[in-house]
């Protein structure tokens, strides 16, 4: 079973993604918190596999919490579930280390796929937060001028949450192939991993 914290301002979306997780065939849920100081002591204290995390907290900066725990526990995959849709909340949550980014209001049938997709090496997020950050690869391609046309073709799908089988599909080509255009992106890109590429990505100028 997958282990799970949630982090949210609200009792009642704190509940209800108990529940959603402990009727779940793969998920369980092993913490919940109201705030941000209590939910990043719990988190570093009883690591989970993957945080959902607000970002509207009641105390401190939800964006503060994702540094102090990428900091000191970096093998939780963190995802921010919160109603903070505005560019700075966004960019800021990925520049942090945050690997998703969905809606409070996602369906938790949708919440337990994307959980399913992060966990399949994806990097779950809302289909108009995808395009924000493909909006912002588009606009400033003259700033990628080391990367191949396939390889920003791959930097584009994999700011939009795709694996790398999905974007296998995609461009039609294997999954190894993906993996292989991965490794030269991260290295021309001076990065180490998907959200690291995907934050480095964010910080082109508009």
Known sequence: M???AVVHAQRDIREG???TLDHSE???CIGLYGDGNSGTAGVLEFPPDILLLDLDLPDVSGIEC???IRRQSPSVDIVIFTRMMDDEHIFNAFEAGALGYLPSDTFHSDLLKALQE???GGAPMAPFVARKLVSSLQKNDINLPTLSEREEAVLSLLCEGLTNKEMARRLFVSPNTIGFHLKNIYKK???NSRH???AKAKKLPK
């Open 2 to 4: 997958i282990s799970v």
């Open 17 to 19: 993604l108990a529940k």
């Open 26 to 28: 793969y998920f369980h």
């Open 66 to 68: 994702i540094r102090q």
């Open 118 to 120: 992060l966990r399949d």
């Open 189 to 191: 890109m001076d990065v």
């Open 196 to 198: 690291e590429a995907i």
